[in-house]
């Protein structure tokens, strides 16, 4: 079990108190960031919108035929209610986000979560090589509690962040790491500090990972003591079942 | 499904719509591969080439366009159709660049996708017919002696049997002898006929194609021949 870092002395914090519900307040915050959020909830119905639409004409087409593939057709419809319901999570998760509603509280594997994020990102080909480090503690990270869609999403923003605060630095890597702690699991996210500007620890696509991570109750500080890299560390609640 | 209805490989990392494309894709007709790793595509680029490939452009690993690339410097040409869930106008222009057929931008319906299916179809079968075409002459081609494919080139370049037997160090009866056996080697009925041969040597002088998965060499003769042309040429230029 790692030791919490005790050297953020000259540390940005923000600490939240736990479980504070969403208030009238962050929701302006919130709307204004939706947007963001939306453009990756899009990208997640374009996948299941395109394969109801494939599946819908397979089965018009196998029911038309002189003898009709009825197995087929059926095989098709199966898979049009695992879209629908594939598309109603990504809603679901924008919903979340927008409405004033808490979010869930699941069991989720923040180590997962945070592979996934990179994979993301590796999937925009002008962040394909965008150098990320991430290294998982000795014990497999315990569950944490929340909602699997926003918790990726507030890591995939601060990655973003990352990238983006870091461009001046080309060629250092940006490095994840996910710690246990006794109650909590920690994920942070260090990255080399811009040469000519001071990093930056606003943002639209931070905003919203902080509000976030607010509303799972976990927490999150900025370090920028260090004179060449900034730390952005998050920490999550343990799942208590 | 008929074994030899034509192939459509599918490839996006998204096993969901690629079973979905799959399934309509043999509902009219296409028998279909599908991948959710480019790697296992490029794997068997050799084991039966699909008529065309449909491929999303974001994929984690190796993502469409870098896919195309590898497809291309190993010999292949299956003609493309892409697939995108983005409007990133610079991704679309680089697919496009790269040498797209077409592209198909996330959600599409059924009949774009046939019509664009179609469409690669229809490259792939004229891209085929004129590579099969080579190859058929690049066999004829063979069977002729480097003397033979020099007469050749030289009586398509127009010359007289007398001139070409003076530019070969022969007698004009031997030309006539080369001559017969180039005609008849090559099956060709007149000299218009051999001279479009000829012609074809000259533009496409790539060193080999694939046809069907098997690599087909451009013979030795070919490279006399078109020797032979770019030096009358030149000689031709310096004369006018």
Same mark, same amino acid.
């Given at each position: 079990m790692s030791a919490p870092s005790s050297h953020l002395g000259a540390t940005k914090t923000e600490n939240p108190p736990l479980q504070v519900p969403w208030s009238e307040r962050?929701?302006?915050?919130?709307?204004?960031?939706?947007?963001?959020?939306?453009?990756?909830?899009?990208?997640?119905?374009?996948?299941?919108?395109?394969?109801?639409?494939?599946?819908?004409?397979?089965?018009?087409?196998?029911?038309?035929?002189?003898?009709?593939?009825?197995?087929?057709?059926?095989?098709?419809?199966?898979?049009?209610?695992?879209?629908?319901?594939?598309?109603?999570?990504?809603?679901?998760?924008?919903?979340?986000?927008?409405?004033?509603?808490?979010?869930?509280?699941?069991?989720?594997?923040?180590t997962a979560?945070?592979?996934?994020?990179?994979?993301?990102?590796?999937?925009?080909?002008?962040?394909?090589?965008?150098?990320?480090?991430l290294t998982v503690g000795a014990q497999p990270a315990p569950s944490v509690s929340g909602d699997a869609?926003?918790?990726?999403?507030?890591?995939?923003?601060?990655?973003?962040?990352a990238i983006d605060a870091s461009g001046g630095r080309p060629g250092?890597?940006?490095?994840?790491?996910?710690?246990?702690?006794?109650?909590?699991?920690?994920?942070?996210?260090?990255?080399p500090k811009p040469v000519e500007q001071p990093a930056s620890s606003t943002g639209p696509g931070l905003t919203l990972a902080?509000?976030?991570?607010?509303?799972?109750?976990?927490?999150?500080?900025?370090?920028?003591?260090?004179?060449?890299?900034?730390?952005?560390?998050?920490?999550?609640?343990?799942?208590?079942? | 499904m008929q074994d030899d209805a034509p192939l459509?490989?599918?490839?996006?990392?998204?096993?969901?719509?690629?079973?979905?494309?799959?399934?309509?894709?043999?509902?009219?007709?296409?028998?279909?591969?599908?991948?959710?790793?480019?790697?296992?595509?490029?794997?068997?680029?050799?084991?039966a080439p699909p008529i065309c490939v449909l491929v999303d452009i974001l994929m984690p690993e190796v993502d469409g366009l870098a896919l195309l690339r590898e497809m291309r410097h190993a010999g292949s040409d299956v003609p493309a %159709?892409?697939?995108?869930?983005?409007?990133?106008? @610079?991704? /679309?222009?680089e697919a496009m660049k790269e040498g797209a057929l077409d592209l198909l931008s996330k959600p599409f319906t059924a009949d774009s996708l046939c019509a664009a299916i179609a469409r690669a179809t229809d490259s792939s079968r004229r891209t085929h017919g004129e590579r099969r075409d080579l190859v058929d002459l690049w066999r004829q081609v063979e069977k002729l002696t480097p003397r033979e494919a020099e007469v050749a080139a030289l009586v398509a370049c127009g010359l007289l049997n007398k001139h070409v037997a003076s530019r070969i160090g022969t007698k004009e009866k031997t030309v006539k002898v080369h001559r017969g056996r180039v005609m008849q080697k090559l099956q060709a009925s007149?000299?218009?006929?051999?001279?479009?041969? %000829?012609?074809?040597?000259?533009?496409?002088?790539? @060193?080999? /194609?694939?046809?069907?998965?098997v690599e087909a060499r451009r013979p030795r003769a070919a490279d006399i021949i078109t020797d032979v042309l770019a030096r009358e040429r030149s000689q031709s230029q310096k004369q006018a």
């Open positions: 962050e929701r302006a915050t919130r709307l204004a960031l939706a947007g963001e959020l939306v453009a990756a909830v899009t990208h997640d119905l374009r996948q299941p919108l395109t394969a109801i639409e494939m599946n819908l004409s397979a089965a018009l087409l196998f029911l038309s035929e002189a003898e009709p593939r009825t197995d087929r057709a059926i095989e098709a419809l199966e898979d049009i209610f695992a879209q629908q319901r594939r598309m109603s999570e990504a809603l679901q998760a924008l919903d979340d986000l927008v409405v004033c509603r808490e979010p869930r509280h699941e069991r989720c594997d923040l979560l945070a592979r996934e994020a990179i994979a993301l990102i590796r999937t925009d080909p002008s962040l394909r090589d965008a150098p990320i480090e869609t926003l918790i990726r999403q507030a890591l995939l923003n601060v990655l973003l962040h250092e890597p940006i490095r994840g790491a996910i710690t246990n702690f006794e109650d909590s699991v920690e994920a942070v996210v260090t990255y902080r509000a976030v991570i607010a509303a799972h109750g976990a927490t999150i500080k900025i370090d920028e003591s260090s004179e060449s890299t900034v730390r952005v560390e998050t920490r999550w609640p343990t799942y208590a079942g | 459509v490989a599918v490839i996006d990392d998204d096993e969901p719509t690629c079973r979905a494309i799959s399934r309509l894709l043999d509902a009219v007709g296409y028998r279909v591969r599908t991948y959710t790793n480019p790697r296992d595509y490029l794997d068997e680029l050799d084991v %159709v892409f697939m995108t869930g983005t409007g990133h106008v @610079p991704t /679309v222009v007149s000299l218009a006929e051999l001279v479009r041969m %000829v012609d074809r040597l000259q533009l496409e002088q790539m @060193p080999f /194609v694939k046809l069907d998965g």
